[in-house]
C-alpha cells in the first residue's frame, strides 16, 4: 500500500491505478510529488500499464503557491527540481502512461499531463494552461520543452508567452489531450486504452519511446540543469 495520503495506488489486472486527490486543486507539493513517484516505483515493479488521474474536475492546478509565498527558499527549490524530474521521468518510464484528466490542468498539472503517452479528457468546462506569465512567472525551459513535443507551433506561443486558457475541445486540436469522453465514460475508456496497451510488446515499447524521445530526454535534462541553477539563483 502507498502510505501517501494525497496519492493511492491499485494493481489489477496488469494496470496500475495512480489517483492524485488533496481535496482541493491537487497542486504540485512535494509531498504529491513524493506520492506520485511513490506509486510509480510500485508500478514499475509490477509492470503493465500505468494510468494516471484526478479528482473530479480537477487533475492538477499546478505547484504549490503557498510554498511560493512562504518564503522558504530550499522547500521552494526541492518542490521545483522534483516536479521538473518527474516530468522527465514520465517521459522516459519504460512503462505505457495513460493520463485520464478528471478535470482542469494548469501549469505543473498540464507538464505532468504533457509529460504522459496518452491523454484522454472529459468533453466539458476543463481549462489547460501554462498560467504563468499571467501570474507574474517565467515558464521554465523544461516546461516548454514538454509543451513543444506535442503542440503545434502557432498553440505552443498561444501557449507560453500568452498564458492562454483551452478549453477541452481546443485542447484536442492543440495537442494536449488525444481524445474527450464523458465524465462518467473516463475511467473506463482509460482501462480500454490500457488493455490495448498491455497487448503491445512491452520491451519493444520501451525501446521504442527511448528511441523516438532521444533528443528530447537530452535536451530536457540540460533544460532541467538551466532551471535548477535558476531557481538557486532565485531568477
Known amino acids: 500500500m502507498n502510505p501517501n495520503p ?10 496500475s491505478t495512480i ?29 503493465g500499464v ?18 511560493f509565498k512562504s518564503g522558504d ?21 519504460p512503462l505505457p502512461t495513460i493520463a485520464a484528466c478528471s478535470g482542469h490542468a494548469i501549469a505543473m498539472g498540464c507538464f505532468l499531463l504533457m509529460s504522459t503517452d496518452y491523454r484522454i479528457g472529459i468533453d466539458g468546462d476543463s481549462k489547460f494552461a501554462a498560467n504563468e506569465v499571467a501570474i507574474g512567472m517565467t ?18 506561443n498561444k501557449a507560453v508567452n500568452f498564458a492562454y486558457y483551452f478549453s477541452a475541445k481546443e485542447a484536442v486540436h492543440a495537442g494536449f ?16 486504452r490500457a488493455a490495448d496497451a498491455l497487448k503491445l510488446d512491452a520491451a519493444a515499447h520501451t525501446s521504442s519511446k527511448l528511441r523516438l524521445r532521444e533528443v528530447l530526454l537530452q535536451d530536457i535534462a540540460k533544460d532541467i540543469e538551466k532551471d535548477c541553477k535558476g531557481w538557486r539563483g532565485g531568477s
Do not use: W
Open 139 to 156: 515558464v521554465p525551459h523544461f516546461a516548454i520543452r514538454a509543451l513543444r513535443q506535442r503542440l503545434t507551433p502557432q498553440q505552443l
Open 177 to 192: 489531450l488525444d481524445e474527450l469522453c464523458s465524465s462518467e465514460q473516463l475511467m473506463q475508456v482509460a482501462m480500454t
Open 73 to 93: 527558499k530550499e522547500q521552494t527549490y526541492t518542490m521545483l527540481s522534483s516536479g521538473a524530474r518527474l516530468s522527465e521521468r514520465l517521459l522516459s518510464f
Open 6 to 15: 494525497l496519492v493511492s495506488y491499485e494493481f489489477s489486472d496488469g494496470v
Open 19 to 47: 489517483s492524485m486527490d488533496d481535496g482541493k486543486a491537487n497542486v504540485m507539493s512535494v509531498e504529491m510529488i513524493d506520492g506520485i513517484n511513490a506509486a510509480l516505483d510500485q508500478a514499475e515493479s509490477n509492470g
Open 50 to 67: 500505468v494510468i494516471i488521474t484526478g479528482r473530479e474536475r480537477m487533475f492538477s492546478g499546478g505547484f504549490d503557491l503557498g510554498v
